[in-house]
């Protein structure tokens, strides 16, 4: 679809057991309401215009016990914080390209038991250390 704008996303009422949810490609992404989808697995944001301040104010990501598919590719992300995928057990799936990425804080992959795919690319990372993915 075209869609250029949702007046209001908080007069959307979600279903309680949607899987997939993508936003891909959407410019004047605000914030949703999709806290109220539980069960979502799967989730699309590339291309939303994200960035740092709206992510932290719009997600919980550690409320999606069953996801395993994010991309946030394409935004103007610059930090991951070790603080947003707590809880995360069976997220397999993480694509941070094409960002602005400078700074992974430790700890932030840390609670991902199953990632098997991390994208990276195309950042402005200076270094990779291998405490991103543990706890202490």
């Known amino acids: ?4 704008t949702v007046i209001n996303f908080d007069l959307l009422i979600w279903p309680k057991f949607l899987f997939e949810l993508s936003f891909d490609s959407n410019p004047k992404f605000q914030c ?9 697995q799967h989730l699309n944001l590339a291309k939303s215009n994200l960035n740092n301040i709206n992510l932290e104010a719009c997600f ?5 016990v069953y996801f395993y598919y994010l991309d946030l590719s394409q935004n103007n992300l610059e930090i991951i914080r070790n603080f947003y995928f707590k809880s995360n057990y069976f997220l397999s799936q993480l ?3 094409h960002n602005n990425i400078y700074i992974i804080e430790p700890g932030s992959f840390s609670d991902l038991e199953s ?8 950042n402005k990372l200076k270094s990779f250390s291998i405490d991103l993915f543990s706890s202490s």
């Open 1 to 4: 679809n075209n869609i250029q």
């Open 32 to 40: 949703t309401k999709i806290q109220e989808i539980d069960q979502l």
């Open 60 to 64: 919980n990501f550690s409320i999606y």
């Open 95 to 97: 694509n941070f390209s």
């Open 115 to 122: 990632l098997s795919i991390l994208d990276l690319s195309s």
